[in-house]
């Protein structure tokens, strides 16, 4: 019975109790919870439901805690409830109740832990979106990680998701880019506010290779050829790299596009007609301080250039035209100020800010050696990017490393803790699980022993605390799986993993939770159950690094 089910049977428990006792049944909350008590000898989860209720009910709480026990011990499931302090109720279940999850898991598969959450929801998750002015550096990298491993759980909750790469092809970044090219291909120094790095010199040498003659023409043909040809290698090149690291896009989105399309302008007319636009000293602005940003937004500068913000604007209705009902973006520490202008924009359209928009904040990342943070790339000059982090960790570990934290806390990566092969490594004692299950299982098939089918499974068999700690841990697993994408928050699957290891270990170290047979001894019935547990966490495990993107290696 999964913390779910059970809070569920609480709460049912006590709708028959104030049924029964003619109290108001409206004072019963929607939902409950229940709660893993620190002292195992306390039962396997605490409630404090009666509490909660007593006092408004006019019952005692440690009388109602009484008859919640008694209607809850019916339940085939609960093994006894026990009374503590003021009406604290501890829940002890039926070890076999707990030990049919591992049948439950093996028979869902790479299902276990979807869920209908997020059923009917279309979801637009735009990350990383660096300009293509150089490689991706390490604030992208960490919504490279965290993106995609939100992609895959909203999806795993039953969502709707488009994954969405937006770039800037249209603005003055792109201009000193060019120069940037330009300047390196000529020999001359780089431009004041231009580009530096190996890499430009790499992208120039590409341009020329496939426009040798760039050099020979006027230097505003030059530059365009520059930036046209040149911002094409830029992108191949990001896509490549985030390619190799696991990571696609539904879309790629060119913001070029919504120029050549007339998008801007179908955005500000839409805007006028809602009654939010005003002119002033020639320009045209957004009045988004009618719906809580700090200042009034400029859509179109009186030398009739469009802004930046005016592109936002069209981007998001263009997202909102293809059908998502909400846009979800996630961007760098360094752009809070986008949240207020960017909720305020989607409600001047006539969204609901609280509905079609939401705007994630990722903190800064710094990939730590011998104490001091890596400040610069090699081939970049100036930051590290997606191939330093990935030269110094791979894949699996750089990915997990940046989804095992909160998005919105500042994170170090030792690189020398997330390249060990020891426990204090994360992802090493994670996948050393996923590794140690398959190799049970090999040498279980080896020496003859084999699971059976469903009928075969005998939870009864699985009742010493170490394999019911186990199979409470990897029952968890489903609604972590749910809240993690209903709050936008990877890292919950990541540190229950770790305790699903941790629960594994204990196991597999205890004489009695053997699960191949020992010497001459004939294979038993606990052997075959206990194997279903091995490979009920096999499959979890598996399931959850899925989530992360991060792989579950049969061998270590």
């Known amino acids: 019975m999964?913390?779910?089910?059970?809070?569920a049977t609480v709460l049912s428990a006590a709708r028959a109790v104030f049924e029964t006792r003619?109290?108001?049944?409206?004072?019963?909350?929607?939902?409950?919870a229940v709660e893993r008590p620190r002292n195992l000898e306390h039962g396997d989860y605490a409630s404090t439901l009666a509490m909660q209720l007593g006092k408004k009910a006019g019952v005692a709480p440690r009388e109602l805690a009484a008859a919640l026990a008694e209607e809850l011990e019916k339940h085939p499931a609960v093994?006894?409830?026990?009374?503590?302090?003021?009406?604290?109720?501890?829940?002890?279940?039926?070890?076999?109740?707990?030990a049919k999850a591992a049948r439950d898991i093996l028979l869902a598969g790479a299902d276990y832990g979807h869920s209908d959450t997020l059923t009917g929801e279309k979801i637009n998750l735009e990350f990383v979106s660096a300009n293509p002015t150089g490689p991706v550096h390490i604030g992208g990298v960490r919504w490279a990680a965290v993106g995609d491993a939100l992609s895959r759980l909203l999806r795993a909750a039953g969502a709707e998701v488009g994954t969405e790469y937006y770039f800037?092809?249209?603005?003055?970044?792109?201009?000193?880019?060019?120069?940037?090219l330009y300047a390196s291909a000529k020999g001359d120094p780089t431009p004041e506010d231009g580009y530096g790095g190996a890499y430009i010199a790499e992208i120039a040498t590409a341009v020329r290779a496939e426009a040798p003659d760039v050099l020979d023409l006027d230097e505003a043909a030059a530059v365009e050829t520059f930036r046209r040809v040149g911002v094409e290698l830029m992108f191949a090149e990001i896509k490549a790299s985030l390619n190799d690291f696991g990571v696609q896009f539904d879309t790629y989105f060119n913001e070029k596009d919504l120029h050549a399309r007339g998008e801007l302008q179908e955005a500000l007319d839409r805007l006028r007609e809602q009654g939010h636009i005003f002119e002033t000293d020639g320009a045209t602005w957004l009045r988004t301080t009618e719906f809580g940003d700090d200042k009034d937004r400029v859509l179109r500068k009186s030398d009739g250039d469009w802004t930046y913000f005016a592109a936002d604007c069209a981007y998001y209705l263009d997202k909102r035209k293809r059908g998502f009902e909400r846009c979800v973006y996630m961007l760098g520490a360094d752009h809070h100020g986008y949240v207020g202008r960017m909720k305020a924009m989607a409600a001047c359209f006539g969204d609901d800010p609280e509905k079609n928009i939401e705007i994630l904040i990722g903190q800064l990342v710094n990939l730590v050696r011998d104490g001091e943070p890596m400040r610069m790339s090699k081939r970049a000059g100036t930051v590290v990017t997606?191939?330093?982090?990935?030269?110094?960790?791979?894949?699996?570990?750089?990915r997990y490393a940046l989804g095992r934290y909160s998005s919105d806390s500042p994170i170090d990566i030792d690189i020398d803790l997330w390249t060990s092969a020891s426990r204090e490594n994360p992802v090493y004692y994670v996948q050393y699980v996923a590794a140690r299950t398959a190799s049970v299982a090999r040498q279980a098939e080896t020496v003859g022993l084999r699971r059976g089918n469903d009928a075969d499974f005998r939870?009864?068999?699985?009742?010493?605390?170490?394999?019911?700690?186990?199979?409470?841990?990897?029952?968890?697993?489903?609604?972590?799986?749910?809240?993690?994408?209903?709050?936008?928050?990877?890292?919950?699957?990541?540190?229950?993993?770790?305790?699903?290891?941790?629960?594994?270990?204990?196991?597999y170290d205890e004489p009695e939770c053997r699960v191949l047979p020992k010497g001459d001894e004939p294979i038993g019935d606990g052997n075959r159950a206990?194997?279903?547990?091995?490979?009920?966490?096999?499959t979890v495990i598996a399931n959850g690094l899925g989530l992360l993107g991060v792989s579950a290696p049969?061998?270590?």
């Open 2 to 7: 999964t913390p779910a089910k059970l809070a």
């Open 22 to 32: 003619g109290l108001d049944v409206a004072l019963l909350p929607a939902t409950t």
């Open 79 to 98: 093994k006894e409830v026990g009374i503590a302090g003021p009406g604290f109720l501890n829940i002890r279940l039926d070890p076999a109740e707990i």
């Open 168 to 180: 800037n092809d249209a603005g003055g970044q792109i201009d000193r880019f060019a120069r940037s």
């Open 386 to 398: 997606l191939e330093d982090f990935v030269d110094a960790l791979g894949v699996d570990a750089t």
């Open 459 to 507: 939870p009864e068999l699985l009742v010493n605390t170490k394999e019911t700690e186990l199979l409470k841990a990897l029952e968890e697993y489903p609604e972590t799986v749910s809240r993690a994408a209903e709050l936008r928050e990877p890292h919950h699957v990541a540190r229950l993993l770790e305790k699903i290891a941790g629960e594994y270990h204990r196991f």
């Open 530 to 538: 206990r194997l279903w547990l091995n490979d009920a966490t096999r």
């Open 554 to 556: 049969e061998r270590m």
